[in-house]
Structures are given as structure tokens and as C-alpha cells.
């Protein structure tokens, strides 16, 4: 049973409940969360602010315009994996980015997550009743070869 619950754990947490989906380069209206795939020029400015190259970035779309700018969390080069990265602004020119991705909610996933919480939730609390119900009466009998009688006899006047 808690093989069952941990490999339902890791389902649960791999499956999400939303995915990128391609948008067009500028219908994307202002605060959304985007996903910019970047060309090499664009991964290139990129690098001067991170320290290293990356072909996209995820963050909140301020503005869309010649230029394109996006709050993300960037990490800078050298930073542990464990440093918390601050939200940066920055800007990319419109023609190096080759595309651009929306998150949207994914009806199945979520389905998939919310059943597999409900699951897990319950495997706990029928685990958590059974040993209560079944666990506490086998701990208080003595065990078979143990002495009928106490050992200390306390008169009580």
C-alpha cells in the first residue's frame, strides 16, 4: 500500500495542471504568463543579463510593442541551485523572438491530479482508521507465554 501511495505521489506531482500552448506573436494581451522562444541574437541579450544562454524564458508579459518586455525570474550564472532568484525586467527586441507560448489550463490533467489527491487522502485516512480500529487491541494483550499474575502485589487499605 505505500508503494501504491508513493508511485500515486509521483504521478500526481509530475502531471500538472497546465501546459504551454503556441499563442501568435502579438494577439497576447498584457499580464499574461508567456513562454519566449528566443533566436540568437535574442538568447545572446539574454545572456549578458544571466551569464548564460538560454533559447527561452518564462515570465509575465508587460509590454508588447517593438520591443517586448517580460518580468521572469532569471537566476544569474554562478548562483546555487538552492538561491532564490528575483524577478527581473527585461527587453528583447520583437524579431528575435521566433514564438511565443501561453499557459493554459488542461481539464484532464487537473482531473488527473484532483483524483489522484482524493486517492491518496483517502488511502491515508483508511490507513490511519485501520490502525487505530486494529493496531491499539494488539498491543494491549500480553503474549502468550507472559505470567497470569502481576509481579507486585500493592495492598490498597
Request: aromatic share 4%; glycine share 10%.
Amino acid at each position: 500500500m505505500v508503494r501504491s501511495s508513493l508511485l500515486m505521489a509521483l504521478v500526481i506531482l509530475v502531471s500538472g495542471c497546465a501546459r504551454w500552448v503556441p499563442a501568435r506573436v502579438g494577439d497576447v494581451p498584457v499580464g499574461t504568463d508567456v513562454r519566449l522562444r528566443l533566436s540568437d541574437e535574442g538568447a545572446a541579450q539574454l545572456e549578458e543579463l544571466t551569464g548564460t544562454r538560454r533559447s527561452d524564458v518564462s515570465g509575465q508579459l508587460l509590454q508588447w510593442d517593438s520591443e517586448v518586455m517580460v518580468s521572469a525570474a532569471l537566476q544569474a550564472a554562478g548562483a546555487g541551485a538552492n538561491s532564490s532568484s528575483l524577478r527581473q525586467r527585461f527587453v528583447v527586441d520583437q524579431e528575435d523572438i521566433l514564438g511565443v507560448d501561453v499557459r493554459e489550463l488542461d481539464r484532464t490533467r487537473t482531473g488527473l491530479f484532483v483524483g489522484g489527491v482524493a486517492v491518496v487522502a483517502g488511502s491515508a485516512i483508511v490507513w490511519v482508521v485501520s490502525q487505530l480500529a486494529g493496531g491499539g487491541t494488539a498491543a494491549t494483550n500480553p503474549p502468550p507465554n507472559a505470567p497470569s499474575e502481576p509481579f507486585v502485589r500493592i495492598r490498597i487499605p
